[in-house]
């Protein structure tokens, strides 16, 4: 267990700023370095020592768009990654995460399809629709996805004014050994705020990094941006006996069943002196944990924990992040066949539940208007009628009255 006021790697290295190879996804980005401090008391579920009561953390945080490629635009409509890493006593702690707080996939085995369909292009065409709306429809689990990344928050004003998640169901393990299952969302303490279409589009074509830019310049002005760090909380047994999957990928959970718990405070307060070594040469791996935190048998979080490290230690320099790609080793994962049969339990039939309440409840009337006439844009660039009438029916799925509007104005 930490102790102290701070929590610091002192012997963090100082990365060879050569050539590094770009990501594969998530290429595009740009980060800072900051702290956190615990404010909250979660003891009663974790013994990590970077969540002790009054605990600050040293971090580095990546920001990035998850298709576009080096040079691309920043003001395209995708989801971003936030990827922060706590450098604690206890060795590297990575949260990689999304600005969303679900996916398109529950199943691993659909990743590289996923990749396939949302492949950007240099020539100015951006996405091939047919190819793109073809995937979804043949998979309505995305319904949620598409719903949230297609709405407002799809083209987020800048990395500050935009809310993180871990998205996926992690493990916390407290003194006593008692497992409960945790959300981790990070709000923004700037506030929500989106660009248009309309205003990404007026965005200069060259001005490529304006949301590096931003915040680049937000540190150098002293304004220094912060997310309060929350979690909502599953004890072990709710997740085996709820009438929901809890590690499904595709859905959020209940507030008013798991209410946000604080914890701390996140603060970038420092731009990188060099952000070669500082930032892009930071391996972020799910696999990096610290005692206290572990995994889920959410398949798709198991998938990147494999994948993750063994990419970073191609791409990455050996030495430089070693500690950071480790593979996870942990000799009692936290959960039985039973329960990692249960995660992988869907029920098809309530794919579009959640995408609806986020149509209906969560946006205002103009929210909608403005989600159909991305929908509707988007679907104009289909060459396939039959194709365009079934992701018509994906909308109705979704909410009645969204599909019969979208298929009016597509007639």
């Not at 999304?98 to 100015?124: I, Q, T």
């Not at 603060?267 to 930032?279: F, G, K, M, T, W």
């Not at 799910?286 to 990419?311: A, E, H, K, Q, T």
Request: zero cysteines; glycine letters at 8%; charged letters at 25%.
């Amino acid at each position: 267990m930490s102790t102290g006021t701070t929590a610091r790697r002192a012997d963090y290295p100082a990365a060879d700023p050569g050539p590094v190879p770009v990501r594969i996804r998530h290429s595009k980005g740009g980060g800072a370095l900051g702290f956190f401090e615990t404010t909250g008391d979660v003891r009663a579920f974790t013994h990590a020592g970077l969540f002790q009561p009054g605990i600050r953390t040293d971090v580095v945080v990546r920001f990035s768009a998850t298709l576009g490629y080096r040079g691309s635009r920043e003001a395209w409509r995708d989801l971003r990654g936030f990827a922060v890493k706590f450098l604690t006593p206890d060795g590297e702690y990575d949260l990689v995460g999304n600005n969303s707080p679900v996916f398109f996939l529950r199943d691993e085995a659909k990743f590289a399809s996923l990749v396939v369909a949302h492949k950007m292009y240099r020539d100015g065409s951006v996405f091939d629709y047919d190819r793109l709306w073809d995937f979804w429809t043949r998979n309505p689990e995305s319904a949620h996805q598409v719903a949230w990344l297609l709405s407002d928050r799809g083209i987020p004003r800048s990395w500050r004014h935009q809310d993180g998640f871990g998205s996926h169901t992690f493990q916390w393990v407290n003194a006593a050994g008692e497992r409960f299952w945790v959300k981790y969302h990070l709000r923004t303490d700037q506030g929500i705020s989106n660009l248009s279409d309309d205003e990404a589009s007026a965005i200069d074509a060259t001005e490529v990094d304006h949301q590096r830019h931003d915040l680049r310049a937000a540190i150098d002005r002293g304004e220094h941006p912060s997310w309060t760090l929350s979690v909502q909380v599953m004890p072990d047994d709710d997740a085996r006996t709820a009438p929901f999957n809890a590690f499904d990928l595709t859905k959020t959970w209940s507030k008013a069943s798991y209410p946000l718990i604080e914890v701390g405070r996140l603060v970038l307060d420092r731009n990188p002196d060099d952000e070669v070594a500082e930032i892009e040469q930071s391996a972020f791996a799910p696999s990096s944990f610290v005692p206290g935190i572990g995994p889920s048998p959410d398949p798709m979080l198991l998938s990147r924990i494999d994948s993750y490290w063994r990419f970073h230690r191609h791409r990455v320099q050996e030495g430089v992040a070693s500690r950071a790609v480790a593979p996870f080793t942990a000799s009692a994962p936290g959960w039985d066949d039973d329960l990692a049969a249960q995660a992988r339990a869907w029920d098809p039939a309530d794919d579009f539940r959640q995408a609806g309440d986020l149509v209906r409840r969560v946006l205002d009337d103009a929210g909608r208007t403005r989600l159909r006439g991305v929908v509707v844009s988007q679907l104009a660039e289909v060459t396939d009628p039959a194709l365009r009438e079934r992701a018509v029916e994906f909308w109705r799925r979704i909410d009645a009255a969204e599909g019969a509007a979208i298929a009016a104005e597509l007639a």
